[in-house]
């Protein structure tokens, strides 16, 4: 998938903003040995290994951070294009107000409109702490919450779709933290293979030393609930420098 470049909004701005031997060197030590029968047998049985059984577990439990609770959801609205000012008004009036009510146990982590990529889009990204529990106890308040839900109703006017995610954050990624700003945003989306979360995981957290100069690893997430097998990572520049060049 594309990657997408983003903004951060004014109110989202305030608010923080040893090596395995090859199968060639087994082979070449074994011609060395003194051939006879029992030792034939025994250096034919030293190409084979032992079979070790896949992992079973949960990618949630291997690969997030075992220290924290944290449940992430995104969401992405495709905004009618004359409608995107309003729509941005209208977030910007009553998102700031759920994040800094301490009944509702989420926080705004930011809002962006999309340069480049999708375009008239809008993406949130939320952070529930205390996981699934808290994510019900926040929707069910919201529920009763009048104000919300005249939000809602306005703000099916101004969109043609929308779609969100469940997500949880990689154990080798910085948690998303206030940035000094302005700042510009990337957000690359990755489809894997069925099977291969693991290995992705493991080779970012070996590589995920080498991109942070200034601060640029904002967040690195994987899907839970809605399309699986996701990765979201995302990157923030000071819009001051160069512009941002991460490789895939």
Known sequence: MAPRLCIISAAARRLFTKPRPRAGDLAAA???RFYSKDSEGSWFRSLFVHKVDPRKDAHSTLLSKKETSNLYKIQFHNVKPE????????TEAVLPKLHLDEDY????????????GEQDQAVHLWRFSGGYPALMDCMNKLK????????????SKMLLSRRNQLLLEFSFWNEPQPRAGPNIYELRTYKLKPGTMIEWGNNWARAIKYRQENQEAVGGFFSQIGELYVVHHLWGRLEAL???????
């Open 30 to 32: 074994g011609a060395v």
């Open 83 to 90: 409608c995107l000012d309003a729509y941005n008004s209208l």
């Open 105 to 116: 146990p989420c926080s705004l982590v930011g809002n962006w409109n999309t340069w480049y």
């Open 144 to 155: 009763n919450n009048k104000e919300y839900l005249e939000f809602r109703k306005e703000r």
């Open 242 to 248: 160069k512009p941002l060049s991460v490789p895939s």
